[in-house]
């Protein structure tokens, strides 16, 4: 498994920096590779689906952690089914615990985007994004702060 981890580490951080260096040549050889995917993984296994994957979906729904009471997908619609009662500000900040504790099977949604739109509603999120966009122009020099200390 180790090994395993490690070519695919190795084949997906060199496909990056493939797309990185030479963006021409991968976009013309990404729809090669995807038809040499659809074609080869089918006479291999006939599934689209590789058999790894195939084995970890079905272990994550023998221990119910996709598709059961405690799977991300449920924990996620009861997060959002919590936030759908108040939409603009949310159930307030810190409350994530105890409506997810009476309306949920476990405590958290599992997903940090849910968390914040069940706590500070549709207007929080909204302030997130914002102060994400910001910091990630900050930090590429094209922001307000960028042009100040240039």
Request: net charge positive; aromatic share 10%; glycine share 12%.
């Amino acid at each position: 498994m180790g090994k395993a981890f490690y070519y695919g580490y190795v084949l997906v951080s060199s496909g990056i920096i493939a797309c990185l260096m030479k963006r021409r040549a991968m976009v013309a050889l990404l729809p090669i590779a995807l038809a040499v995917y659809v074609v080869a993984v089918p006479l291999a296994s006939n599934s689209l689906t590789p058999a790894v994957l195939r084995r970890a979906v079905q272990t994550e729904e023998a221990q119910q952690s996709l598709g059961g009471t405690g799977g991300r997908d449920q924990l996620i619609r009861d997060g959002l089914g919590i936030w759908s009662r108040s939409p603009v500000l949310g159930v307030g900040p810190g409350n994530n615990y105890p409506y997810m504790i009476r309306y949920s099977a476990l405590a958290t949604a599992h997903n940090q985007y849910v968390n914040i739109l069940m706590e500070l509603g549709a207007i929080g999120l909204a302030c997130f994004a914002m102060f994400s966009y910001q910091a990630i122009r900050v930090a590429a020099g094209q922001g307000s702060f960028g042009r100040i200390a240039a």
